[in-house]
């Protein structure tokens, strides 16, 4: 099996209701999405990384780029919370079954970085 990883960057606000910090002001980010993917080799590819990108952008990055993320509309988004923890749990249950049965590969984690040395992390169990 081979892991193939393509990584993403989009811009976005938020803020942590009742956080006792900085964080519970609107602030900004620079976010980093890294998404791997896990499968076998096929015609010298695991996946074909323009169509893991058009996937990824259209699911992830468009709805979220320069967007206030506690205001993010989209069913079962955190908004409430959007927290890096919270936000990656979202958006492996968007991806999983989007990338799994159009490709017959699986998605083994999904890295998002809230600031450059700053993540969460989730992984195909």
């Known amino acids: 099996m081979i892991t193939v990883v393509k990584e993403f960057t989009f811009d976005a606000a938020h803020w942590l209701p009742g956080y006792n910090g900085p964080c519970s002001n609107l602030h900004g980010h620079r976010w980093t999405l890294q998404v791997g993917i896990r499968g076998t080799v096929q015609d010298g ?34 908004s409430g919370y959007p927290t890096a ?15 799994t049965l159009e490709n ?7 890295r998002l970085y809230e600031t450059p040395t700053s993540y969460a992390e989730w992984r195909e169990s």
């Open 85 to 99: 923890e919270n936000m990656v749990i979202w958006i492996a249950r968007t991806l999983l079954e989007r990338i």
């Open 45 to 78: 590819m695991v996946m074909d990384f323009s169509k893991l990108k058009g996937i990824v952008k259209q699911e992830i990055i468009n709805p979220l780029d320069h967007h206030c993320l506690n205001e993010v509309p989209l069913e079962g988004f955190p």
């Open 104 to 110: 017959h590969v699986s998605l083994s984690f999904i």
